[in-house]
């Protein structure tokens, strides 16, 4: 008889409780799966958001606890760009903001007749005239959650927004935002001549040490702020540094559960079958060989799990972007390298859990296993 069937056939002896200990295991990997789907969707969503609008660089109050809470005088955007090796400098506030229907919205407010809202695709509509007010973008992902369109409004804190555009950004969060004239943000939140940040971009981008020249210089000439590069925006943002902490914490937790789960199952199986690994020794199977058949349990249950889990856990982040609240923070997409990781991770618990019941295994004496009752 094949090794792995005998494997198989030992599982399915006990139909019930192999199918929960792979429930278990499944449970414990698309939380795993999703909880970093969340993390992922949340970085990458802002980093691509940013390199969307073409910014190089981030200029943000260095006493921030976030990037968006500073409050950064809005003429500073002039002094920055008269600092040599800087091309552009534009001035943006954001905001969560609560609609009339009690959905959250993150809204931008960038200068009309800035350079931001060229980096706009337009599905439809027109960008804002130079001074013009009381106008609204719609990113083409929050248009049903806003129950809006072109020619509707939108309505902030009771104020109402002609929409004139809907658009298209890359990255989940840039295309699920509400785009407002700067001046029109800054009266919502009271922060008039108040910008948060500031969207730089520079000469020669591509060049690391002529970029490093300018941020440095930049550091010199403002003090009180901090200057970021794009790609390091996940990493420099206390709140997605605190969700990834969070996520971390979670996933261990439930990888440590579903191990547990595993071993419990696997610990049964070798006391239930005492008397059988003694008559499998008596008939001369290596101490090598038993403990690759629990081993091998312990893997198919895994393996088990951790497919159905990789379902479970897409699932999830699937009925979670289907909230109001979270629409455009969350991306579902889950790259293949995640999940080939995530099943990785299935196996390993699998291989983790066995070796205890499998050590249990090689301690028996065969004589005193073959009198087992």
């Known amino acids: 008889m094949h090794f792995i069937t005998i494997a198989a056939q030992n599982l399915h002896r006990r139909p019930l409780r192999s199918s929960l200990t792979a429930l278990g295991v499944a449970m414990a990997v698309g939380c795993v799966l999703a909880m970093t789907g969340i993390s992922r969707s949340l970085d990458h969503g802002w980093v691509n958001t940013f390199m969307a609008r073409g910014t190089h660089l981030l200029a943000v109050r260095k006493d921030s606890a976030e990037m968006f809470t500073g409050a950064i005088r809005e003429d500073v955007g002039d002094q920055l760009a008269a600092v040599e090796g800087v091309r552009s400098v534009s001035g943006e506030l954001m905001e969560l903001e609560s609609m009339a229907d009690d959905t959250t919205m993150l809204a931008g407010g960038w200068k009309t007749g800035g350079r931001l809202w060229t980096s706009l695709q337009l599905n439809e509509g027109r960008i804002p005239a130079e001074g013009e007010r009381g106008v609204a973008l719609v990113g083409e992902a929050a248009v049903d959650s806003l129950k809006t369109g072109l020619g509707r409004t939108v309505k902030i804190q009771d104020k109402p927004f002609a929409v004139i555009g809907i658009f298209k950004q890359s990255g989940s969060m840039g295309n699920s935002m509400l785009l407002l004239p700067l001046a029109d943000l800054q009266d919502v939140m009271g922060m008039q001549g108040r910008v948060a940040i500031f969207n730089l971009q520079v000469d020669n981008p591509g060049d690391s040490a002529r970029v490093a020249d300018i941020r440095a210089r930049l550091k010199t000439r403002f003090p009180e702020l901090a200057f970021w590069e794009t790609k390091d925006i996940s990493e420099k943002s206390e709140v997605l540094r605190l969700l990834r902490a969070i996520s971390w914490g979670v996933s261990t937790m439930a990888a440590i559960i579903g191990c547990l789960v595993l071993l419990n199952t696997l610990l049964m199986s070798v006391a239930e079958r005492t008397r059988e690994i003694g008559v499998l020794s008596a008939l001369g199977w290596s101490p090598r060989r038993i403990l690759g ?27 979670m972007s289907f909230n109001p609240n979270l629409v455009g923070f969350l991306d579902t997409s889950i790259p293949l390298p995640v999940m ?15 070796l205890y019941p499998a050590w249990r295994a090689l301690r028996l004496n065969v004589v005193e296993a073959l009198r087992y009752e």
């Not at 081993?295 to 856990?313: D, K």
């Not at 080939?340 to 066995?354: D, E, F, R, V």
């Open 340 to 354: 080939l990781q995530t099943l990785g991770l299935a196996l390993g618990l699998g291989a983790l859990a066995s």
């Open 293 to 319: 058949l629990i081993v091998l349990e312990g893997f198919l249950l895994s393996a088990a799990g951790g497919l159905l889990g990789i379902a479970l856990g897409f699932a999830g982040l699937r009925g």
